[in-house]
T-cell receptor, first 112, second 115 residues
Framework: GENVEQHPSTLSVQEGDSAVIKCTYSDSASNYFPWYKQELGKRPQLIIDIRSNVGEKKDQRIAVTLNKTAKHFSLHITETQPEDSAVYFCAAYDGGSEKLVFGKGTKLTVNP | NAGVMQNPRHLVRRRGQEARLRCSPMKGHSHVYWYRQLPEEGLKFMVYLQKENIIDESGMPKERFSAEFPKEGPSILRIQQVVRGDSAAYFC?????????????FGPGTRLLVL
């Protein structure tokens, strides 16, 4: 089945700096890659996703890049703000099924 | 347009009791997924249902756990004879059509505590 590895597990940056979180996946048939943000005690919220027909997608300060050959995708947050502090999860669909396999999460802390 | 609804938000049970968790998908969504999240960990798939059908239950323990999504009403995840290891946050998600490029939208979760 699909295996999703996520790094780093924790990331601390100064306000205004950029943050990058990386994920690798194992199933070459995977073609949809969402990123979720989860604040403490809250639901995972979709912040951006990418499908395999594109290599990059941007939404204001957030961007995701996809390298299908290397089987990895990354989340980029620019001009970080304290409210960006949360746990971020990447995910990919498993094999021929419709279950999402999640990375273990990255705890991002943005220091004012 | 209401999002995915779950209730109760918090549930306390003693060992051996039953827990029933409910999930109402977003309007127009007919596909429901249940995930479990242990403290400080990621989400683990449990079961995927469409109306009146279980499509994939490969992530759900064979004993004590069951799920349904009836023609009318919410999806229900049922845990019988709960044990302390069942303490976790249970999230459901829904999508409009299913499929491997569909976005899944999550509910607020039910936090189960087994004493």
């Amino acid at each position: 089945g699909e295996n999703v590895e996520q790094h780093p597990s924790t990331l601390s940056v100064q306000e205004g700096d950029s943050a990058v979180i990386k994920c690798t996946y194992s199933d070459s048939a995977s073609n949809y890659f969402p990123w979720y943000k989860q604040e403490l005690g809250k639901r995972p919220q979709l912040i951006i996703d990418i499908r395999s027909n594109v290599g990059e997608k941007k939404d204001q300060r957030i961007a995701v890049t996809l390298n299908k050959t290397a089987k990895h995708f990354s989340l980029h947050i620019t001009e970080t703000q304290p409210e960006d502090s949360a746990v971020y999860f990447c995910a990919a669909y498993d094999g021929g099924s419709e279950k999402l396999v999640f990375g273990k999460g990255t705890k991002l802390t943005v220091n004012p | 347009n209401a999002g995915v609804m779950q209730n109760p938000r918090h549930l306390v049970r003693r060992r051996g009791q039953e827990a029933r968790l409910r999930c109402s998908p977003m309007k127009g969504h007919s596909h429901v997924y249940w995930y479990r999240q242990l403290p400080e960990e990621g989400l683990k798939f449990m079961v995927y249902l469409q109306k009146e059908n279980i499509i994939d239950e490969s992530g759900m323990p064979k004993e004590r756990f069951s799920a349904e999504f009836p023609k009318e009403g919410p999806s229900i995840l049922r845990i019988q004879q709960v044990v302390r290891g069942d303490s976790a946050a249970y999230f459901c998600a829904s999508s409009p059509q299913g499929g491997r490029q569909e976005t899944q939208y999550f509910g607020p979760g039910t936090r189960l505590l087994v004493l």
